[in-house]
């Protein structure tokens, strides 16, 4: 347990030593200090403009942090052989897989809170209003980015960088539609419905992370909803990993 | 195989490695059936001129590669075995390490892993500094490091362990003379201690200069074993030795790939 505390803390330290996560984050600070700007045009609900310009720059950090760490966790490194003196340490490729995924969901976490603070403290100031659920929201969003980066950690363990970003994108994106696509399939065919079917229970259901309607409408989320999704992702994570160390362990380094 | 002190510490047997290209070009016999035996407390120089295997050699024996046939063995057991990795020290050739760690977190790192109690791991981290002569940049980040000071960190973490055996993938590689000499002496030192150094170079005279035997790997086969005295008698030097056996594996018809099947 020990070295796999290690290697999370050495992954914590370069992820924010590394000055491509400040740019990142600065990209998305700057989009939420936009939408202050913005939710000043009188159109339509000025709250609902500055939640939805919130929680996208919350998405677009959580996005690019799961592609771009996630991606450098095991591709980049194979590529550098910078895993290669570690390997040869007393330690299973399990667990150095293991400790680098908990490190970079450590930063995860704390990035996506400090997004979530941001934003909060900046409603606050604007409507005299405190949005205690965008923190809900947020955690959800970091459940549905902890998917997706043990999805991108699964992809480079066989890949190269460039297809592993490839392959973890289109994953997500279809993610973000398999229900409307389970929905719709059936009007292509026999064969779009069974695609429709095979996307829905294959690949992770990224509607199920989204909250904004309840952020917006302030409705409390049932502890039946957080738990099913805290759930969902464990069991996506729990299945993704399983064949990144499958494939990890069986890997050879020339 | 036993753990015995008899057992030697690192035995290679019959290794064979065939690397499986793409589908449309050939296979490519990379090692065949390399044997090679270094004992305890000795410095073995594993030489050979460039592609001739010595990396892909060192790669299975640290695990990073899994051979297609033979057998390899650390101080008598498989090097899978995490007690095997427990007692020995690896430096990659041209080694790439976290570059925002320190070159002190770097060996804390290390030490973690390896389990070494903190209070302990502290003074090992600043003996092992000391050693590399890094103890200036122990604060600074791999990053700002020249090429020489990678090397001699990662000299130093393939030592924190106090392995008892440390194989080296040409830790000479990007050294000024200055450097080198310095790293051959600590080799030297090692021994003394009672560690066994395994390594690989093209470099002659450091094998001539500080090993006690080698072995010669020409197209993935060791073309001969020996002491240096041994070499040296028989062809005047080691690069003699050297240049008469790459003279000799010139003539040869390529290997076979599906000898290593």
């Not at chain 1, 908990?102 to 405190?130: E, H, I, K, N």
């Not at chain 1, 409307?180 to 992370?209: C, I, K, S, T």
């Not at chain 2, 090692?31 to 060192?58: C, H």
Request: glycine content about 6%; charged content about 20%; overall charge positive.
């Amino acid at each position: 347990m020990r070295a796999v505390l290690a290697i999370s803390r050495a992954t914590i330290l370069e992820c924010i030593r590394d000055r491509v996560l400040y740019s990142v984050v600065l990209f998305a600070l700057g989009l939420i200090l936009a939408s202050t700007f913005l939710s000043a045009v009188p159109i339509g609900n000025q709250r609902s403009i500055l939640v939805d310009f919130g929680y996208a720059g919350v998405s677009f950090l959580g996005l690019s942090l799961s592609i771009l760490l996630g991606i450098a966790l095991v591709s980049k490194e194979i590529e550098r052989k910078s895993l290669y003196w570690l390997l040869v340490k007393p330690l299973s490729r399990p667990q150095l897989l293991i400790g680098k995924y908990l490190g970079l969901v450590a930063v995860l976490l704390l990035d996506l809170q400090f997004m979530a603070l941001t934003f909060v403290l900046l409603f606050r100031v604007s409507y005299d209003q405190w949005l205690g659920s965008f923190f809900t929201g947020v955690a959800f969003l970091f459940l549905k980015f902890a998917v997706l980066t043990a999805i991108a950690v699964c992809f480079s363990t066989f890949s190269t960088p460039i297809l592993s970003i490839i392959y973890t994108l289109v994953v997500y994106f279809i993610g973000l539609s398999t229900a409307q696509f389970r929905v719709f399939a059936p009007r292509g065919g026999l064969v779009a419905a069974f695609l429709g079917e095979v996307f829905y229970y294959l690949l992770p259901n990224f509607d199920n992370f989204d909250v904004r309607k309840e952020l917006l409408t302030h409705a409390a989320l049932p502890a039946e909803q957080v738990l099913m999704a805290a759930l969902y992702a464990a069991a996506y994570i729990a299945l993704a990993f399983s064949i990144a160390l499958y494939i990890f362990d069986r890997r050879e380094f020339k | 195989m036993d753990d015995s002190a008899a057992a030697p510490a690192i035995e290679i047997r019959d290794l064979c490695k065939v690397f499986k290209d793409h589908w449309t070009r050939k296979k490519k016999l990379v090692l065949d059936r390399v044997s090679v035996e270094a004992r305890r407390g000795e410095i073995f120089g594993f030489i050979g001129p460039n592609g001739a295997g010595k990396s892909t050699t060192l790669k299975i024996l640290t695990g990073l590669l899994f051979p297609t046939s033979g057998a390899v063995h650390v101080l008598g057991r498989p090097v899978s075995d995490k007690e095997v990795r427990q007692r020995i020290g690896f430096l990659p050739e041209k080694p790439e390490f976290y570059t925002y760690l320190t070159g002190a977190e770097t060996l804390a790192l290390v030490g973690e892993i390896f389990g070494v109690p903190r209070a302990e791991l502290r003074r090992r981290t600043d003996e092992l500094l000391s050693l590399v002569r890094l103890s200036d940049a122990r604060d600074l980040p791999l990053r700002k490091y020249s090429k020489g000071m990678v090397q001699r960190i990662g000299l130093a973490q393939a030592l924190v362990n106090r392995p008892e055996v440390v194989i080296l993938d040409e830790p000479m590689s990007d050294l000024d003379p200055i450097g080198r000499r310095e790293i051959l002496d600590m080799l030297v030192a090692l021994k003394a201690g009672g560690t066994t150094v395994f390594f690989s170079t093209h470099i002659l005279f450091d094998v001539e200069s500080r090993c006690d035997r080698f072995a010669l790997l020409v197209k993935g086969r060791v073309r001969w074993t020996g002491t240096v005295a041994e070499a040296v008698t028989r062809w005047g030097s080691v690069e003699g030795a050297f240049m008469e056996k790459v003279r000799e594996a010139d003539l040869e018809s390529p290997p076979d790939p599906r000898a290593g099947r």
